[in-house]
């Protein structure tokens, strides 16, 4: 379940480590997230979908996916910067799958896959306000 994390709940050292993972990720400012949770995303080339933990980051725009909840691996991201988000219907007319949205930059187009309507309009929300 997708939720947004309050500024003041990570400990020091929690917020620390999580520096410490995104600067490996790419360029992050420290700050906690905007938002972090489950989502699945299709691959580019097979196509197939990954349940990945995406961390939103508002002052960066970017959101960066993991292959788990504990950041050891990134696994990609996204920049939100020349970004656009594509409303549920035209991304299930696209890819035919219930509770999906989509992130259109200049050079991919991310397919993301919520566990229910709930969490995609959460995700959504979020991700719209980083963008600008």
């Known amino acids: ?3 947004a994390i309050p500024h003041n709940c990570r400990s020091h050292q929690a917020l ?3 520096t410490m993972v995104w600067n490996r990720c790419g360029d992050v400012r420290a700050g906690a997230p905007i938002m972090e949770g489950w989502l ?3 691959g580019r080339q097979r196509k197939n979908w ?3 933990w995406h961390v939103l980051d508002g002052p960066g725009k970017m ?3 993991f292959a788990g909840h504990n950041l050891n691996v990134c696994k990609g991201e996204v920049s ?3 970004g656009e988000i594509l409303s549920p219907e035209e991304c299930k007319r696209m890819i035919h ?3 999906c949205f989509a992130i259109k930059t ?3 187009t991310y397919y993301m896959k919520a566990p229910d309507p709930d969490s995609r309009a959460k995700w959504m929300a979020a991700i719209t306000r980083a963008m600008t």
């Open 80 to 82: 939100l910067r020349e």
């Open 50 to 52: 990954k349940r990945r």
């Open 63 to 65: 959101l960066r996916y």
């Open 1 to 3: 379940m997708a939720h």
């Open 106 to 108: 200049p050079h991919r």
């Open 16 to 18: 620390h480590n999580l």
């Open 97 to 99: 799958v219930n509770h």
């Open 40 to 42: 699945n995303k299709r």
